[in-house]
């Protein structure tokens, strides 16, 4: 049994170049180098038979100035400037610098092109981004692509701040392909919220022995995603369930842990109890959020609250409802593991994530 919590810890990447970083002056070159040459015996003597041998060339003028044209500078003597011939064969004048030109340019470092998080916002025309954390599968990735979303995938709290410029849509952890840890997901949860940016968290529900789900408490990643208001009033989590050992079973694991739960059987019902307690955390049923009616979603949207309540759905199509009466006698119980990768599955997220990715809030 493969659970959400399990995998590496996680460690911050250190010792990159910034984003947008320039390389140091030492290597990068100035740019354009001058060969010249040195000044020989009788300069000057030389210098006055060439004038007196070449035609008289119009002067040329200085570069213009506010108050007009400023004369050139004063030529120095006993200097000359290395500029090569065309290439053989080269059509039109060759330009003096740059690559390929005339004047010998030091190759000095290459200057890498500004890095995707310096880049403005992108037109609305154009994919929107999406945050992903950890990387989606491919049948995830084409499905966000064909609906318009360009996945950005995040792995610290310092890559969401440096996405935060080109409005992403929300922050979408879907641990398909890696495991997660609570100190991971409670630091890009924290960077959404504080960024106002939607988080969505997908996962499945399964049901098994307590032996057998030792150390998957689902009460463990829920609490993590919980914004609390302050440290005087503990987290208020709305659970939205219409199968009630489900719902009894991740109630009792969460009050456990000092959290508060409301109980919704429906996402009608939900709306009525998000009044009340204004939930830290949204936790409910994929199959149950309302897909072309208003609901749960659409409440928090109106209050602007979207943007600051993280919101969990999982998929319990694993579960047996022959086997659900073992959740209130203590003989099995719920953890959270990969959710369902079924077409249907796939078209609930990604019909979420466009409802959720639209809030003005």
Not at 50 to 79: C, D, H, S, V
Request: with cysteine; proline share 11%; charged share 20%.
């Amino acid at each position: 049994m493969r659970t959400l919590g399990q995998g590496a810890s996680y460690v911050q990447q250190g010792g990159e170049t910034p984003p947008g970083g320039t390389p140091n002056a030492a290597g990068a070159g100035s740019g354009r180098r001058r060969k010249l040459g040195n000044p020989a015996d009788n300069a000057g003597e030389r210098e006055a038979q060439a004038r007196a041998q070449a035609p008289a060339a119009a002067p040329r003028p200085g570069p213009i100035g506010p108050l007009g044209p400023r004369p050139a500078p004063a030529a120095q003597e006993g200097r000359a400037f290395a500029i090569g011939a065309p290439d053989e064969g080269a059509e039109g004048p060759e330009p003096l610098d740059g690559p390929n030109g005339a004047v010998e340019v030091s190759p000095g470092e290459p200057v890498p092109p500004p890095v995707d998080d310096e880049l403005p916002p992108e037109p609305l025309d154009n994919p929107r981004r999406l945050l992903v954390w950890p990387a989606p599968d491919t049948s995830t990735r084409q499905a966000l692509t064909e609906r318009g979303y360009r996945p950005v995938i995040v792995h610290s709290r310092e890559e969401v701040d440096a996405q935060m410029a080109a409005y992403p849509a929300a922050l979408f952890v879907d641990p398909l392909t890696g495991p997660i840890t609570r100190t991971a997901l409670q630091a890009l949860r924290q960077a959404a919220v504080a960024a106002g940016v939607p988080v969505l968290v997908t996962a499945g529900l399964g049901q098994a022995t307590r032996e057998a789900a030792y150390g998957a408490d689902p009460a463990v990643l829920l609490k993590a995603l919980a914004p609390r208001d302050s440290e005087m009033h503990p987290a208020r989590v709305l659970l939205v369930e219409e199968h009630e050992p489900i719902a009894n079973a991740l109630t009792a694991t969460l009050e456990r842990r000092g959290v508060q739960v409301a109980c919704a059987a429906t996402d009608s019902e939900a709306v009525a109890l998000a009044g009340q307690i204004r939930p830290n955390l949204v936790v409910m049923d994929l199959m149950q959020v309302r897909r072309r009616r208003a609901g749960i979603l659409d409440w928090l949207r109106s209050q602007g609250l979207l943007n600051r309540t993280p919101l969990v759905v999982y998929t319990s199509a694993g579960i047996d409802p022959a086997q659900l009466p073992r959740l209130a006698s203590g003989e099995t119980v719920l953890f959270l593991a990969e959710r369902s990768t079924s077409a249907e599955v796939q078209s609930r997220i990604v019909d979420l994530l466009t409802k959720i990715g639209t809030s003005p809030g």
